[in-house]
């Protein structure tokens, strides 16, 4: 299982970290990406990462303001999100890939067979 969390209301500029904690299977050597879907628009890839190489990808909409990382030793992966736009504004997704997925790949919704349930970002202007 996968659970979400850290979303909430933030102004324009501000900054958000959302949490991907995992359970009930071993964290190593999986992709675990971060996905968004807004109001009205189809669920897009934000950023990736896997969880034994550290290799990560970004969205060209996000590069340079979010940041992934793991922490293998608690099963939880993490988007920093500084900068935050009100185009930001969704439900944030993270998911779990076993499969080797090559390069930006991992950004490719449709890839991710085990997901979790989303948390809110709201960014005002």
């Known amino acids: 299982q996968l659970q979400a969390s850290g979303g909430g209301l933030v102004q324009a500029g501000g900054s958000l970290r959302l949490s991907c904690a995992a359970s009930?299977?071993?964290?190593?050597?999986?992709?675990i990406g971060w996905f968004r879907q807004a109001p009205g628009k189809e669920r897009e890839g934000v950023s990736c990462?896997?969880?034994?190489?550290?290799?990560?990808h970004y969205a060209d909409s996000v590069k340079g303001r979010f940041t992934i990382s793991s922490d293998n030793a608690k099963n939880t992966v993490f988007l920093q999100m500084n900068s935050l736009k009100p185009e930001d504004t969704a439900v944030y997704y993270c998911?779990?890939?076993?499969?080797?997925?090559?390069?930006?790949?991992?950004?490719?919704?449709?890839?991710?067979?085990?997901w979790g349930q989303g948390t809110l970002v709201t960014v005002s202007s």
């Open positions: 009930g299977f071993t964290f190593d050597g999986y992709h």
């Open positions: 998911a779990a890939e076993r499969r080797t997925l090559f390069g930006s790949t991992c950004l490719n919704v449709y890839l991710f067979g085990s």
């Open positions: 990462i896997h969880t034994s190489y550290r290799s990560t």
